[in-house]
């Protein structure tokens, strides 16, 4: 079905981009998925909301679906500054070329919109703890929230995940728990998603398609349209989990604003462009079928382009970006022909600044190790072979297990073996078993692995 077609049957609610439900009881109702089919509801507004007197995102509450909010958990997001290009913009003849700097956020997350609201709605049924199944963004943001709530916190996070944010949700989650694989993680949330979203007992399960985190992503348009007084020609995103283009393009074509949504990904399987990689992502094909009769456009990047972004950014905006806003401003070379001349132009960095010094020493050309990382499980499987030599392959599924609680299959164990191996990370040897008298494999460590983990 046609996005204008599906719009034209509601004004104020949720519609279901599987099956075209139109849900109408939100004010008081929490209704997190599709009743009929368990599809994800996206929120939709006919008006843009008034703002009133309160901080942050609260002050276009009259945009929030869910009216019947008693407790509100706020750290103040929200209200983040457009700052005005003074050198990129000459490059593609835009007029005003500006980006939306979402790390100004608390946990440097524009999801902490939506979780500052969903928390709400949240503790003001209140909820008792909830389950969370994220790649990692939005375990932290909602970890952060829930916990100012005085919830318990259950993330599930794939094995993938890396470690500088598993170890912020363990900080603040009841407990964490590292997922096999991406297929599994999957499998987790399809069934998550046929299931009630409360069991009960007050506890609530929370993934990324969730109506209201996307509510509280809207209130970035909001400010944009606010802070600028128009609507700008183009805005640009990163495609991520595709939950912000998504909450973006309904209420664009709702309001029937003159304004193009550019989703930027990549198909570039390096590390370094995970935060922006949506080739798996649960609301990938939906948004697709919303663009294709609509203005609205994904282009694709490479890590090459990420990088001289990087590079670019840095020396001519004095802004040392990270990939995932560096990701927007190769969008640009991609997007050229859709975006060059056009009067307002906003980047929306859902990123912060650069911290990887990988990623700085490959843009410096200091070093050839130019991984951002390898992932949670590939770097404890690297430590596990740094500290003890002439190991074989079960011995370091056991020490997984009882020393970092990575309790996967030995199947998934052999497949990052074989990853590593791949990289050059480590190689095997044959050596005699000396209490069989058997020829046995083992893993070592290769000089980039030491090198790695020096880092």
């Known amino acids: 079905m046609k996005i204008s077609s599906l719009l034209e049957k509601i004004d104020r609610g949720m519609i279901c981009l599987s099956c075209g439900y139109v849900e109408k009881r939100v004010w008081r109702d929490y209704i997190d998925k599709c009743p009929v089919c368990g599809g994800p509801l996206v929120p939709v507004l006919n008006e843009i909301p008034e703002p009133v007197d309160e901080p942050g995102i609260w002050r ?13 958990i706020t750290f103040f997001e929200g209200s983040t500054p457009l700052i005005k290009s003074s050198r990129l913009y000459r490059d593609y003849k835009i007029k005003n070329l500006y980006y939306k700097d979402e790390s100004r956020n608390p946990n440097s997350l524009f999801i902490d919109r939506g979780s500052a609201y969903l928390s709400s709605i949240l503790a003001s049924r209140g909820a008792r703890s909830i389950i969370i199944i994220s790649r990692g963004d939005l375990a932290i943001s909602m970890s952060s929230y829930a916990r100012r709530a005085r919830m318990k916190v259950f993330a599930f996070l794939p094995g993938d995940i890396i470690p500088s944010k598993l170890y912020k949700v363990k900080l603040m989650a009841s407990r964490a728990t590292i997922i096999e694989d991406y297929e599994a993680f999957q499998r987790i949330i399809e069934r998550t998603s046929s299931r009630s979203s409360t069991d009960g007992k007050k506890r609530y399960v929370i993934i990324q398609t969730n109506p209201y985190l996307t509510n509280g992503f809207q209130t970035i348009l909001f400010e944009i349209l606010h802070d600028l007084g128009k609507p700008p020609n183009v805005i640009m995103v990163p495609f991520g989990d595709g939950a912000l283009m998504t909450s973006l393009v309904v209420l664009v074509e709702k309001l029937k604003l003159p304004t193009k949504i550019i989703g930027v990904t990549t198909d570039d399987p390096d590390p370094v462009l995970n935060e922006i990689r949506g080739d798996n992502s649960l609301l990938r094909k939906y948004v697709e079928e919303l663009i ?51 009067e307002n132009t906003v980047l929306v960095f859902t990123g912060g600044m650069i911290n990887d010094p990988a990623v700085i020493k490959t843009i410096l050309r200091e070093t050839k190790i130019d991984r951002v990382s390898l992932g949670y499980t590939k770097e404890k499987i690297l430590e596990i072979l740094l500290e003890e030599e002439y190991i074989p392959v079960y011995r370091i599924w056991k020490r997984l297990a009882k020393k970092y609680g990575i309790r996967i299959s030995l199947r998934a164990i052999y497949n990052h073996i074989k990853d590593l191996e791949k990289k050059g990370f480590i190689r095997s040897e044959i050596i005699n078993d000396e209490s069989t008298g058997r020829p046995r494999k083992i893993y070592v460590l290769n000089d980039i692995a030491y090198e790695f983990l020096k880092r």
Do not use: C
């Open 292 to 342: 294709s009769d609509t203005n609205h456009s994904i282009v694709h990047v490479s890590r090459a382009g990420v990088l001289s972004a990087i590079q670019y950014m840095s020396r001519e905006e004095g802004l040392a970006i990270d990939a995932i806003n560096a990701s927007l401003v190769a969008g640009l070379f991609s997007a050229d022909l859709r975006v060059m001349g056009t």
């Open 60 to 72: 276009w509450s009259r945009g929030f679906l869910y009216t019947d909010v008693s407790t509100k």
